[in-house]
């Protein structure tokens, strides 16, 4: 049987597409409509910006714990989160977590290292793209990391917590995420992290300056991998 997926979600449109990509893509492994199990909780989004902007981690931290413990009373076997910024108290969290996780970081850094990207530019939160999740993880498989300048930064956590959170998607947004990741390329990026799990909704791979590595569907991928072991 397949192991029990559980899902400690933070804003929506992210996790929705966390779900929406596991179930999808398993059917091509499992048959037509067949996916693991899935549990999901979160806490409102509200609850985990409250710590976050006052630069106090452990109640992030302590939030995470308790859905974790939420879906593994529900039955999962292991977790995953679909947000990148809560991955600052992954350490934290796992010491204490009842049950296994995958990083979400080394989801996109075993892409980035199969695809032969050697500089990747991190896109999301300004708290994502200042802190240590990203170059942490891949600093470990060699791959460089580099981060827009401080008003773009502002201007790309403006949109996330303005817009994309709240399911907006706007053609104006579109392109100024495609003028910062063209920036990254002039600096010798490879590569761009879409590192909030809303980003992939907005920006197309398609037409982007940059090759994206989508952190939202390379974990989904990563965790329905997981669950078939």
Not at 25 to 42: L, N, V
Not at 119 to 144: N, S
């Amino acid at each position: 049987m397949p192991k029990h997926i559980g899902i400690v979600a933070c804003s929506a449109e992210g996790a929705a597409l966390c779900y929406r990509t596991i179930c999808l893509e398993a059917s091509a492994y499992m048959g037509e409509h067949a996916h693991p199990e899935i549990t999901m909780h979160t806490f409102p989004l509200s609850d985990y910006m409250e710590p976050i902007r006052i630069d106090e981690w452990d109640g992030v931290t302590d939030l995470m714990l308790r859905s974790a413990r939420k879906v593994v009373g529900a039955g999962a076997d292991f977790l995953i989160c679909p947000d990148n910024t809560l991955h600052q108290v992954f350490d934290a969290v796992i010491a204490k977590s009842p049950a296994p996780w995958i990083h979400i970081a080394d989801a996109v850094g075993e892409e980035a290292r199969r695809r032969g990207f050697d500089k990747v530019g991190i896109l999301g939160t300004k708290y994502l793209m200042t802190g240590p999740v990203y170059p942490q993880t891949l600093a470990r498989l060699d791959v460089e990391c580099l981060i827009p300048g401080q008003d773009d930064r502002e201007r790309i956590n403006d949109v996330i917590f303005r817009e994309l959170v709240n399911g907006v998607f706007k053609g104006s947004a579109r392109l100024f995420f495609n003028t910062v990741i063209k920036r990254l390329k002039e600096r010798g990026c490879d590569a761009a992290v879409l590192g909030c799990t809303e980003i992939p909704l907005l920006v197309d791979a398609d037409d982007s300056p940059l090759p994206v590595l989508d952190s939202t569907r390379l974990l989904a991928k990563a965790a329905l991998r997981r669950a078939l072991e």
